[in-house]
T-cell receptor, first 118, second 111 residues
Framework: GAVVSQHPSWVICKSGTSVKIECRSL??????MFWYRQFPKQSLMLMATSNEGSKATYEQGVEKDKFLINHASLTLSTLTVTSAHPEDSSFYIC??????????????FGPGTRLTVL | GQNIDQPTEMTATEGAIVQINCTYQ??????LFWYQQHAGEAPTFLSYNVLDGLEEKGRFSSFLSRSKGYSYLLLKELQMKDSASYLC????????????FGAGTRLAVHP
């Protein structure tokens, strides 16, 4: 199957700093990628849709200025958590469908990034 | 609005069969997915249904009834490694292929 990578796999930072998380599609091009956040023992919450060549689309309640998304190329999307606080500590996961067609039936998930803000 | 409901936890015995139910009410529907997620790892794809009926894939099967807003995942010949969370996710209609996830069902398989 298709492969999606994330970097870093885990990060610990101080409150007030910014953290960048990368999501790469390794063997396919992804015009769209999705960013999710998952708190312990909870499900994945969609944060935003990253679109190559245009602005990201954020879900209701997600702060655009705090979670900056840049879809720099057809294989790379980045999520920057700005001025991180302890409540931002979570598991961040990206995913990408392997086709831009609506009818395609599978998304591939990255391995996730565990963010801990002290 | 949208709502996806699954039982929070289930337990089963090794070698047995378990059925995990999922009911949904979403604005638009373009398919239902089941994912398996082990603690601290990303979800892995198990099955996909867009038409009513049963899809079988080895030990795992998934059923969908669109009129009832209902799906289930059936796991046969349970193994200890099947202990994980099982996530039901609905893809809404329209563009972008968005998935909306249920809270997940934590399955514990005992010897």
């Amino acid at each position: 199957g298709a492969v999606v990578s994330q970097h870093p796999s885990w990060v610990i930072c101080k409150s007030g700093t910014s953290v960048k998380i990368e999501c790469r599609s390794l063997d396919f091009q992804a015009t769209t990628m999705f960013w999710y956040r998952q708190f312990p023992k909870q499900s994945l919450m969609l944060m935003a849709t990253s679109n190559e060549g245009s602005k990201a689309t954020y879900e209701q309640g997600v702060e655009k200025d705090k979670f900056l998304i840049n879809h720099a190329s057809l294989t790379l999307s980045t999520l920057t958590v700005t001025s991180a606080h302890p409540e931002d500590s979570s598991f961040y996961i990206c995913s990408a469908p392997t086709s831009g067609r609506i009818s395609y039936n599978e998304q591939f998930f990255g391995p996730g990034t565990r963010l801990t803000v002290l | 609005g949208q709502n996806i409901d699954q039982p929070t936890e289930m337990t089963a015995t090794e070698g047995a069969i378990v059925q995990i139910n999922c009911t949904y009410q979403t604005s638009g529907f373009n398919g239902l997915f089941w994912y398996q997620q082990h603690a601290g790892e990303a979800p892995t794809f198990l099955s996909y249904n867009v038409l009513d009926g049963l899809e079988e894939k080895g030990r795992f099967s998934s059923f969908l009834s669109r009129s009832k807003g209902y799906s289930y995942l059936l796991l046969k010949e349970l193994q200890m490694k099947d202990s994980a969370s099982y996530l039901c996710a609905v893809r809404r209609g329209g563009g972008y292929n968005k998935l909306i996830f249920g809270a997940g069902t934590r399955l514990a398989v005992h010897p």
